[in-house]
């Protein structure tokens, strides 16, 4: 069974930074795309990075470019979400999110993905 499970959250001040993983298993196939979410209350999904499955092709929103990155682990099936200089709008539920393809390149739409997390909480408040 496909699974992703999330952990890294948790409460920072303005400033800091935290590292997000999102932990894959069940996977019998090595191309799989992972990209990261977040969901503030009241807002909708907001496609934050993807990082495709070989190669490693990055895309970030502009919200976060030049602040957070992403990486991944193909000997642990992990991905992880670097994130520096946070700032209380990025206070959100993050998700991590899996698609099984061969695609050269992911995307950032939540539509997209077939397998999700089931989130983890960063609160970014002094």
């Known amino acids: 069974q496909l699974q992703l499970v999330e952990s890294g959250g948790g409460l920072v001040q303005p400033g800091g930074s935290l590292r997000l993983s999102c932990a894959a298993s069940g996977f019998t196939s090595d191309y799989y795309h992972i990209g990261w979410f977040r969901q503030a209350p009241g807002k909708e999904r907001e496609g934050v990075s993807c990082?495709?499955?070989?190669?490693?092709?990055?895309n970030y929103a502009d919200s976060v470019k030049g602040r957070f990155t992403i990486s991944r682990d193909n000997a642990k099936n992990t991905v992880y979400l670097q994130m520096n200089s946070l700032k209380p709008e990025d206070t959100a539920v993050y998700y991590c999110a899996a698609r099984v393809t061969r695609q050269a390149m992911c995307v950032r739409v939540s539509t997209w993905y077939d397998y999700w997390g089931q989130g983890t909480q960063i609160t970014v408040s002094s």
């Open positions: 990082i495709s499955s070989i190669r490693g092709i990055t």
